[in-house]
Nanobody
Framework: QVQLVESGGGLVQAGGSLRLSCATS????????MGWFRQAPGKEREFVAA????????YYADSLKGRFTISRDDAKNTVYLQMNSLKPEDTAVYYC?????????????????WGQGTQVTVSS
């Protein structure tokens, strides 16, 4: 089992920044690819970003490239999502997830473990 706990969400004005953290415990963090997804009210959960084991390869939703950055610190068992130039449409619950795979990281059904989510609200 891998336990994931997100933090860092909150209310921010448009144009602002937030840094989300996802602390993990349980099995060896470095063995897992990590992803961030988000779900806005009335919408399906969507892929945000992912980072492979070792941290050398990252993936982003096309619409978010250049504004969001995913990173990981294996020594701290933590993955981060730096979000800049936030827009009201970024408002959602953000989830981190862990996958033992090296492919399909933009698909939520390829992840085995999920956090409880953290709310991000961007005001206009």
């Amino acid at each position: 089992q891998v336990q994931l706990v997100e933090s860092g969400g909150g209310l921010v004005q448009a144009g602002g920044s937030l840094r989300l953290s996802c602390a993990t415990s349980g099995r060896t963090f470095s063995n897992y690819a990590m992803g961030w997804f988000r779900q806005a009210p009335g919408k399906e959960r969507e892929f945000v970003a992912a980072i492979r084991r070792g941290g050398g390869t990252t993936y982003y939703a096309d619409s978010l490239k250049g504004r969001f950055t995913i990173s990981r610190d294996d020594a701290k068992n933590t993955v981060y999502l730096q979000m800049n130039s936030l827009k009201p449409e970024d408002t959602a619950v953000y989830y981190c997830a862990a996958s033992p795979l090296t492919y399909g990281l933009d698909k939520n059904n390829y992840y085995d473990y999920w956090g409880q989510g953290t709310q991000v609200t961007v005001s206009s």
